[in-house]
């Protein structure tokens, strides 16, 4: 659910949509590892992870939710982004339809 008066969330939303062609260049690279995409906001970079060692370094709180999104994700042809504010300590996905 996207909270549309959110500022934060607004941002983030942002963020992806200026930087989504080096995001998906990133995917694309790991394709075939369906990757889970972290972008982190004070460093501007973009990063590809391995879906079980991420998911396995979120906090015991989020694990199976993530894990859940993240199977759900890939069965739909989707993938998992999470962006990553150290400022704000935040850590939120979002899914995305992958380019065909």
């Not at 879906?51 to 994700?73: C, F, G, S, V």
């Amino acid at each position: 659910m996207t909270i549309i008066n959110d500022p934060i969330n607004q941002l983030y939303l942002d963020l992806i949509d200026s930087n989504w062609n080096n995001i998906i260049m990133v995917y694309e690279y790991f394709r075939d590892k369906k990757p889970i995409i972290e972008y982190e906001v004070r460093t501007k970079k973009i990063y590809s992870y391995h879906p079980q060692e991420y998911i396995n370094a979120l906090t015991l709180r989020t694990r199976e939710h993530t894990r859940k999104k993240y199977e759900e994700a890939v069965k739909n042809n989707q993938f998992l982004l999470f962006i990553r504010d150290h400022k704000n300590k935040k850590l939120k996905s979002y899914i995305f339809d992958l380019p065909n």
